[in-house]
């Protein structure tokens, strides 16, 4: 009697600890769907209020677009680092002028059969979007469009032809001085078409000791490259008008 009195206070004990446990597990489980929901909604706060100040029509504003990128995580963000954080908003000024000082000019003439620029308007136009940097006006060679598709994996000959004008990126125009010290491989450099930024672009790199990388990994210095485009292209020598 005493026996079968003491199992059943056992059983007793035993199923209470199990009913504690369960309700402590549940309370943890709502506990951290709580945090999960306070996180989701913490996220997409100020994308709401960005679009309360800005476009009352829900369009997307440039603030949009920022505080979304800065949601998308670290290595997408690293991977569409603008020119701002790059440090090229320094002495370059502010992208609307060439090498020279000049006004900038369109890179392809109208009738060239592809248009060239980062937004494909012809011109060497500056946007912080555009993570290659495509700065560089220049007559393209032949020389230079085999080497850049068989070294560097960036094959431009369904865009662009030998005696075309084409926006090339700054890493490209570093390949060229690279591989050719001399006649950069046949390409010549426009002046007063090639944004004023380019230089700029450079010297973040140089300060920064990084080397310039082609879509194939070669890695390219950009202290020549630097250095061809001063040669060349005099900073503040455009003629005035």
Same mark, same amino acid.
């Given at each position: 009697?005493?026996?079968?009195?003491? $199992?059943?206070?056992?059983?007793?004990?035993?199923?209470?600890?199990?009913?504690?446990?369960?309700?402590?597990?549940?309370?943890?489980?709502?506990?951290?769907?709580?945090?999960?929901?306070?996180?989701?909604? $913490?996220?997409?706060?100020?994308?709401?209020? /960005?679009?309360?100040?800005?476009?009352?029509?829900?369009?997307?504003?440039?603030?949009?677009?920022?505080?979304?990128? %800065?949601?998308?995580?670290?290595?997408? /963000?690293?991977?569409?680092?603008?020119? %701002?954080?790059? !440090?090229?908003?320094?002495?370059? $000024?502010?992208?609307?002028?060439?090498?020279?000082?000049?006004?900038?000019?369109?890179?392809? =003439? =109208?009738?060239?059969?592809?248009?060239? !620029?980062?937004?494909?308007?012809?011109?060497?136009?500056?946007?912080?979007?555009?993570?290659?940097?495509?700065? *560089?006006?220049?007559?393209?060679?032949?020389?230079?469009?085999?080497?850049?598709?068989?070294?560097?994996?960036?094959?431009?000959?369904? /865009?662009?032809?030998?005696?075309?004008?084409?926006? *090339?990126?700054?890493?490209?125009?570093?390949?060229?001085?690279?591989?050719?010290?001399?006649?950069?491989?046949?390409?010549?450099?426009?002046?007063?078409?090639?944004?004023?930024?380019?230089?700029?672009?450079?010297?973040?790199?140089?300060?920064?000791?990084? $080397?310039?990388?082609?879509?194939? !990994?070669?890695?390219?210095?950009?202290?020549? %490259?630097?250095?061809? /485009?001063?040669?060349?292209?005099?900073?503040?020598?455009?003629?005035?008008?």
């Amino acid at each position: 009697m005493a026996t079968s009195f003491y $199992g059943s206070m056992r059983l007793k004990a035993n199923g209470a600890d199990d009913d504690s446990m369960l309700s402590r597990g549940k309370a943890v489980a709502r506990v951290m769907a709580v945090l999960v929901v306070f996180a989701l909604v $913490g996220s997409y706060l100020p994308i709401a209020a /960005v679009r309360v100040a800005g476009g009352r029509d829900g369009t997307a504003t440039t603030s949009d677009t920022a505080i979304l990128g %800065a949601h998308s995580g670290a290595a997408a /963000v690293a991977a569409s680092a603008s020119a %701002a954080a790059l !440090g090229t908003e320094g002495e370059g $000024g502010d992208g609307t002028r060439n090498l020279l000082g000049g006004a900038l000019v369109p890179c392809s =003439p =109208p009738d060239q059969s592809s248009q060239t !620029g980062w937004n494909r308007d012809g011109a060497c136009a500056w946007d912080e979007g555009d993570r290659g940097y495509h700065a *560089v006006c220049a007559k393209m060679d032949d020389a230079f469009l085999k080497s850049s598709a068989e070294t560097d994996g960036n094959d431009l000959s369904s /865009v662009v032809a030998k005696g075309e004008y084409w926006c *090339v990126c700054a890493w490209a125009w570093a390949s060229a001085v690279s591989r050719d010290p001399v006649t950069y491989e046949g390409l010549e450099l426009q002046c007063d078409r090639s944004n004023e930024k380019l230089r700029d672009v450079y010297r973040s790199y140089i300060d920064s000791h990084r $080397g310039m990388s082609s879509p194939s !990994g070669a890695s390219y210095g950009p202290e020549q %490259a630097l250095e061809a /485009v001063n040669k060349l292209c005099p900073a503040n020598s455009a003629t005035e008008e």
